[in-house]
């Protein structure tokens, strides 16, 4: 597989050569890459994933980026099969319905549709659903289920094919992909052109608040390119003739920004979400190069923090596991410096049980292997999960294992609760 990586010297919103590396991570492998041979699995490329800020509109995203198709040819994330989420869409579906009133049959686009989960409940009653995504496996599983997917990257020539073929959209959603599209200005292009007078647009981004907040450092990762706030945006989509209508937090990957969005001048007001969401920002000076900057140094005291912990429970003769060999996984051993601390990483996903991580070369089992060989510590790479998988696993700890979740901070849980550092 051939990688090209590019530096841009821009910002992604507004094109200004004002940007400044705010927060400098340790280079990570592609995340996907699991392999079955350890040794080209421990020699995995690193790629950077240093996050940067716009000194003129605020917007903080990663300027290296890995080019696209290369990115999604291995890609094996299931937006239908991770936890909660079906769920989530058919809310959402819900909430764009109510909000849009489309008419009977109305089309409805989802950018980056995935698998189609978002897409069912629209086709269950009876809307017309078109999704697009380039990931050749998840595409061919959404034509497979009956949701009607384009497998290719979104570009203004596709949008004018779909508008010319099918006609203007009611309901367009973004909702895996917003923070993930190199060339935001080419996608909310594509939105306008295929969008309808009265049409919505919605889309869903981690937000950078949470990020900030959380210390969510697993999931700044290559496909992440954008680290969303609300103040960039308004003023990048009114530049692309589009208008920001409402903004809500949601609790979803820990924190996500839902925004809804309208051609400019289509006559719905602007809610007292986005001017809330506004305030709140700069209250929280989210646009400010110290704020990330003690963002920055707060990821650096988790590391030093975590690299001594294991370094120590290493000299005490410790063994130390670590579970959920997800997306994030690659991201947090890298940044945590526990490229050599972890014997084993423990899930049950079927393409990833007997492989080895991608950059690290360590062999990936399947979770009952926790209970039979009872490493002292397993850190919980599945961050989103750390609550589920404490619960669910009450028998490594009665046992005498520990957990250890590393954010927001480093805390190490025993059969009777949380271990004092
Ligand atoms: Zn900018």
């Given amino acids: 597989m051939s990688v090209t990586v590019s530096h841009r010297q821009t910002c992604r919103l507004c094109s200004s050569p004002n940007v400044e590396l705010v927060v400098a991570l340790k280079p990570i492998p592609l995340s996907e890459g699991y392999t079955t ?6 020699l995995a490329p690193r790629y950077p994933v240093d996050v940067y800020m716009c000194r003129d509109c605020g917007h903080v995203q990663h300027l290296d980026f ?18 909660g989420m079906p769920e989530h869409f058919r809310q959402m579906a819900d909430k764009i319905l109510d ?5 009977e049959g109305a089309l409805i686009i989802d950018i980056g ?10 086709k269950e009653r009876d809307y017309q659903v078109l999704g697009i995504d380039p990931a050749t496996e998840v595409a061919r599983r959404a034509n497979e289920r009956g949701i009607e997917t384009v497998c290719a990257l979104m570009s203004i020539d596709l949008a004018k094919k779909i508008r010319d073929e099918r006609g203007p959209a009611h309901a367009i959603c973004a909702f895996n992909v917003f923070a993930h599209a190199d060339d935001l200005g080419e996608m909310v292009d594509c939105v306008r052109t295929m969008l309808a007078p009265d049409g919505l647009f919605f889309f869903e981004a981690q937000y950078l608040l949470d990020i900030i907040d959380g210390v969510l450092i697993a999931s700044i990762f290559h496909e992440h390119m954008s680290h969303h706030s609300v103040k960039p945006l308004i003023e990048f989509l009114d530049r692309h003739g589009l208008e920001l209508i409402a903004a809500e937090r949601a609790p979803i990957q820990h924190g996500s920004l839902i925004g809804t969005v309208q051609l400019k001048g289509a006559g719905r007001p602007v809610e007292k979400s986005v001017h809330d969401l506004v305030a709140l920002e700069t209250e929280r000076a989210l646009d400010k190069i110290e704020t ?14 975590t690299a001594s912990l294991a370094k120590q429970w290493q000299a005490d003769g410790k063994t130390i596991a670590a579970f959920g ?10 940044q945590m410096g526990l490229r050599d601390a972890i014997s084993f990483i423990v899930d049950d996903h079927p393409q990833k049980v007997g492989k080895y991580s991608s950059g690290d070369g360590v062999p990936i089992y399947p979770t ?6 009872m490493p002292d510590y397993t850190i919980i790479l599945a ?18 294992g520990h957990f250890v979740v590393l954010c927001p901070e480093t805390r190490i849980v025993g059969k009777d609760g949380d271990v004092h550092l």
């Fill in 37 to 42: 041979d350890p040794e080209t699995a421990r």
């Fill in 66 to 83: 890995i080019d696209s198709e290369n990115l999604w040819d291995s890609y094996t994330y299931y937006s239908g099969a991770a936890k």
């Fill in 99 to 103: 909000t849009t009133k489309p008419p």
């Fill in 113 to 122: 549709s995935n698998d189609g989960s978002l897409l069912v409940p629209f």
């Fill in 292 to 305: 990330l900057k003690a963002f920055d140094a707060k990821v650096v005291d988790l590391r030093e923090t």
């Fill in 325 to 334: 060999a997800a997306r994030s996984g690659p991201t947090l051993m890298a």
């Fill in 368 to 373: 009952k292997e926790l209970l039979e060989r």
């Fill in 383 to 400: 961050w989103v999960h750390s609550a589920k998988i404490i619960e669910t696993n009450r028998e490594y700890l009665e046992k005498g």
